[in-house]
């Protein structure tokens, strides 16, 4: 399943662009609305269990290697070529940055790859529940990205949820419908208040998908509304992320590991000293993210440590130790210089 996954990122860095289209159909294939839920969903499931299965440092170790990235994590600095530089030298410059660039998009794709297998819910919890939590994410998500007539929603989601009975139902709370204008037809819009539940990592998005739901949010980033979430703390999205079932319940830990630290502390540091041949803004955005969700887990532990004196842990009914939730091996507490060549 890994180098499934692994294979899906390196067509998109172009490792496979002599391969021709066709291996371009085959992904697009893989990821459609009409084998999402026979493929993708299922290998994202298998996924969840063997995380829950082994040690978290084992199975993140385990996509790294996947992904060819191995060597990938070693701070060097991008020095410019001399002037007096020789062509095999620029060239083998320029090889050096395409290279860099491609590991850029792998790297960017195994974090993704973490957190859908973290947060994606479409099998780790109860099936009704879960059919009517994929429905309102779908329908949310489609809408993001543009308006839509309910034909053209309709063909994005999977058929057998557009079939459920609850499926208007959850349309009409999370949409707004645009009546038609002469030639035009009538559209959906999402509602303002919806948007508190996007998110950027949704597991069915494409590139292209994402770029037109983020140009979107941005505009409602800057209406009354979002002020308001904002004020009122903004935390539906990242709660309702860390529900899982019991079964499942391991999967927290891939959030507390050295590894996963170290990973975001290698982005911040080549984003701060500006670094960019090994970092980007979606990769500055996602180790955000994966931090944002770190610290979340641990306030609502110590809200739930504060609130009762039983052994219990969010939604899964297991408490972690603060040892596990702080688990980082840096060698200096305070000299980024040393901790850089850790």
């Known amino acids: 399943i890994l180098d499934i996954q692994s294979l899906l990122s390196q067509v998109r860095a172009g490792l496979w662009s002599r391969n021709g289209s066709p ?28 995380a829950s299965a082994i040690e978290p440092k084992q199975f993140i170790s ?24 020789t062509e095999e030298q620029k060239k083998a ?6 290279y860099e660039n491609q590991q850029k998009i792998l790297f960017e794709d195994a974090l993704v790859l973490i957190l859908i297998v973290l947060c994606e819910r479409s099998r780790s919890i109860d099936p009704e529940k879960a059919d009517l939590l994929q429905i309102r994410r779908h ?20 058929k057998r949820l557009v079939k459920n009975l609850k499926y208007i139902d959850i349309l009409k709370e999370v949409a707004i419908y645009n009546q038609p204008k002469e030639t035009e037809q009538g559209t959906y819009s999402l509602k303002p208040e919806c948007w508190k539940e996007f998110d950027r990592f949704f597991a069915h998005y494409n590139q292209k998908n994402l770029q037109d739901s983020e ?20 935390q539906s999205r990242i709660q309702a992320q860390l529900e899982i079932h019991s079964k499942l319940k391991e999967l927290q830990n891939l ?11 290698f982005i911040l540091f080549h984003t701060a000293f500006e670094l960019n041949h090994k970092c980007s803004e979606s990769l500055f955005i996602t180790a955000l993210h994966i931090a944002e969700l770190t610290l979340r887990q641990i306030q609502l532990q110590k809200v739930k440590l504060n609130n009762s004196n039983t052994n219990s842990f969010n939604l899964t009914n297991e408490q972690l130790p603060i040892s ?10 305070d000299n980024i210089l040393i901790n850089a060549r850790y």
């Open 23 to 50: 291996i371009w159909a085959q992904t697009i294939m893989y990821k459609s609305i009409h084998c999402t839920e026979t493929y993708y969903n299922e290998d994202i499931f298998l996924l969840q269990f063997c």
């Open 62 to 85: 385990m996509i790294f290697h996947k992904f060819s990235l191995n060597d990938f994590f070693v701070f060097t600095p991008n020095l410019s070529l001399l002037e007096n530089a």
């Open 93 to 98: 410059h320029t090889e050096k940055q395409h």
């Open 139 to 158: 329908i949310i998500h489609r809408l993001a990205t543009k308006d839509m007539p309910f034909s053209e929603i309709a063909r994005n989601i999977p």
């Open 215 to 234: 140009e979107r949010f941005k505009i409602y980033k800057k209406s009354d509304d979002y002020q308001k979430f904002c004020q009122e703390g903004g």
């Open 255 to 265: 959030l507390h590991t050295n590894i996963i630290h170290a990973i975001i502390f």
């Open 324 to 333: 596990k939730l702080c688990e980082i091996n840096f060698p200096s507490s």
